[in-house]
């Protein structure tokens, strides 16, 4: 039965409904649930002692200015620092000003949304691609046009006539992608900058990952191929890529602390759009964060990291090994937080789900990471959040509720 509240709903709210899967997965909060559904970090790499030390410090030297109000586009020091690393490390010529702090990664993606977005734009992804971007979108009233991916990222060759069509933006995950775990090969980067540019389509970039390398060649961000297609630009980026990266997966996500590197003139339309949605991001985190970060402790810390899930995924590719069955495949990623299944054809992932909550394992199904539909066979497992021993019991039940599916020991209606 509809009540007086449904009447009173926006349109956008429409397309923002409860989903099975959404409520299946309230299921894997439970404490006896052995979890590879969360997109979470391992919460023993958070470091709780640094954190401790810059809470006392910051609480002393600039208690005042860290509980006041604001600017809208960040705690300079800390810009300063994020423009220092993508100058040095990325090789990309970044000021201050082309820096935005926003409260995760998540109101960057919302605020492209409201920034680019009219009803019924289209936007291009990867098919599969993060859920989370597709749900910000969704509100906008946007279409997806999805460009295929294999083992090497998007298919770019796929990608022309998706821009034919006139997209807003292509919105992009090249490193270790949520969900697939796959990487955007170089050869591809480049193409496909330079297929951006010929139809002036802006990029956005989405790196929450990039720095989880466990092995391999780090390859250029796009915003920094864009920069050398591009040539000098006296310190300041004013290219065709919008990069997103985040402290949620080197630090903590609980500080809801993230940057938008992008052209001056869009970082100040970003600016108004902030404003009008927080004034700016938590005062106190900044300050914290930058405390944490500014005597090079991020360089250490994420080597920490690095090992830690590395050791995770495996052994989690070692059990899948032995675990699954043949006719299951996945990917092997080589950072990052998730891999990809594939069932056979026939097989509902979702189905699954149901059996393995029951034998309490838990994972998300993957069609709802398709923006254009399909992907009903697919399952996204995450390994940086459960132990190696949470891993193997995991994978061992896993493996045999898709024995049993494709055995048809379970009924598959
Ligand atoms: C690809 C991608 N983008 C954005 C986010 C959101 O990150 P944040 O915690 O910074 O909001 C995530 C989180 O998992 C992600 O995987």
């Not at 297929?195 to 956005?204: E, F, N, Q, T």
Request: proline share 5%; charged share 20%; with cysteine.
């Amino acid at each position: 039965m509809q009540t007086p509240w449904e009447y009173r709903y926006a349109h956008r709210m429409q397309k923002m409904g409860s989903s099975v899967i959404r409520e299946l997965l309230k299921f894997t909060e439970q404490p006896d649930i052995i979890s590879f559904a969360g997109g979470l970090p391992g919460p023993d790499v958070f470091p709780l002692k640094e954190f401790q030390a810059a809470c006392n410090t910051v609480i002393e030297q600039q208690g005042a200015q860290a509980l006041q109000y604001s600017t809208t586009e960040g705690y300079r020091p800390l810009r300063e620092m994020i423009s220092r690393h993508a100058t040095r490390y990325m090789h990309v010529d970044v000021s201050p000003d082309n820096i935005l702090i926003t409260s995760g990664s998540q109101q960057a993606l919302d605020f492209a949304g409201r920034l680019f977005i009219n009803r019924g734009d289209y936007i291009v992804v990867e098919s599969p691609s993060y859920l989370g971007a597709l749900q910000a979108w969704n509100a906008y009233g946007a279409q997806y046009i999805a460009v295929r991916t294999d083992e090497f990222g998007m298919i770019v060759d796929e990608l022309e006539a998706a821009l034919r069509i006139g997209p807003k933006f292509i919105y992009v995950l090249p490193n270790f992608q949520n969900p697939s775990g796959v990487t955007l090969s170089l050869e591809r980067r480049i193409k496909l900058i330079e297929l951006a540019d010929k139809y002036g389509v802006p990029i956005i970039e989405d790196d929450p990952y990039g720095q989880l390398r466990y092995e391999g060649e780090h390859i250029p961000s796009l915003v920094s191929l864009d920069s050398q297609f591009r040539g000098k630009n006296g310190g300041c980026y004013s290219g065709n890529v919008i990069y997103l990266s985040t402290f949620s997966k080197l630090l903590a996500p609980g500080l809801r602390l993230a940057w938008v590197i992008a052209p001056e003139q869009v970082i100040r339309k970003l600016v108004m759009t902030k404003q009008a949605a927080d004034l700016h991001t938590a005062s106190f985190n900044q300050y914290v964060a930058y405390e944490v970060g500014k005597g090079g402790f991020l360089d250490e810390h994420v080597k920490v990291i690095r090992s830690v899930y590395k050791e995770r995924r495996d052994v989690m590719l070692e059990m899948m090994d032995e675990m699954f069955p043949p006719e299951v495949h996945w990917t092997r990623p080589q950072g990052g937080m998730f891999l990809w299944g594939v069932l056979p054809e026939r097989m509902d992932a979702a189905e699954v789900l149901k059996v393995a909550i029951e034998r309490k394992v838990a994972f998300v199904p993957g069609a709802a990471f398709h923006a254009c539909g399909g992907g009903a066979n697919t399952m996204r497992i995450n390994f940086s959040y459960p132990t190696t021993e949470a891993i193997r019991e995991g994978v061992t039940r896993l493996g045999l509720t898709l024995k049993e599916f494709l055995h048809e020991k379970i009924s598959q209606n």
